[in-house]
Every structure is written in structure tokens, then in C-alpha cells.
């Protein structure tokens, strides 16, 4: 399974940004995905997950900004970012994991990664 996300740039703060992750290698039938993301000097952390049914969780400091989503048919994952914050700053990273406990909680065991994405919010 390979992972190719997309989408990240610079933004002024209140602006919005979608990205996007590609699943290559095997469809995204039965992969439950994430996103993440590590700021620098800080630790990663779970941004929004999507089970394989459409089931969603979001991280606190996102929920109601951020909308996590996909299309089975393009094997995509989507990641639509409103109203940005400068703390919203860092590398955005992707995961598919057939575990939802391990996309959600154990971060460290999880499959598959793609690339980071740098997201950046700033005047």
C-alpha cells in the first residue's frame, strides 16, 4: 500500500485548504485513514480518522473546522481544513491501518504512512 498526499501550501489565517491522500498498491476497500500532523518541537498528533464505513473522530482543537472525508471509487481520503489557524501550522501526514483501535489511539503501530504535506498558516 503507498500513500500520496497532497494539497498542502500557504494560508492566511481564516482561509481554508483541502488535501488529499491517493491509495496505490491495494483499493482503500477495508482501510480505515487518518490524518495527522507534527508541528516542529512537538509530538504527532491525530488530526481526524475515517473508518472504512464513514465513521468519523476529530481531535479537539479541529472539530467543526475541519471535515474528513472520501471517495472509495478514487481510493482518495479528503481532509477539508476551514477557518485555518496559525497553530493549525505543520507537516499534515496520512495513515491506513485495517485496525480502527490503532488508527485512533496507537498511532505507533499503524501500517501505512504517506508522505508528510507542509500546511502553513500564516500573514
Known amino acids: 500500500v503507498q500513500l500520496q498526499a497532497s494539497g498542502g501550501g500557504l494560508m492566511q489565517p481564516g482561509g481554508s485548504l483541502r488535501l488529499s491522500c491517493t491509495q496505490s498498491?491495494?483499493?482503500?476497500?477495508?482501510?480505515?485513514m487518518g490524518w495527522f500532523r507534527q508541528a516542529p518541537g512537538k509530538e504527532r498528533e491525530l488530526v481526524a480518522v475515517i473508518s472504512y464505513g464513514g465513521n468519523t473522530n476529530y481531535a479537539d482543537s479541529v472539530r467543526g473546522r475541519f471535515t474528513i472525508s472520501r471517495d472509495s471509487a478514487k481510493n482518495t481520503v479528503y481532509l477539508q481544513m476551514n477557518s485555518l489557524k496559525p497553530e493549525d501550522t505543520a507537516v499534515y501526514y496520512c495513515?491506513?491501518?485495517?485496525?480502527?483501535?490503532?488508527?485512533?489511539?496507537?498511532?505507533?503501530?499503524?501500517?501505512?504512512w504517506g508522505q508528510g504535506t507542509q500546511v502553513t498558516v500564516s500573514s
Open positions: 495513515a491506513a491501518d485495517d485496525r480502527w483501535s490503532t488508527i485512533t489511539r496507537a498511532h505507533s503501530n499503524i501500517d501505512y
Open positions: 498498491g491495494r483499493t482503500n476497500s477495508g482501510y480505515h
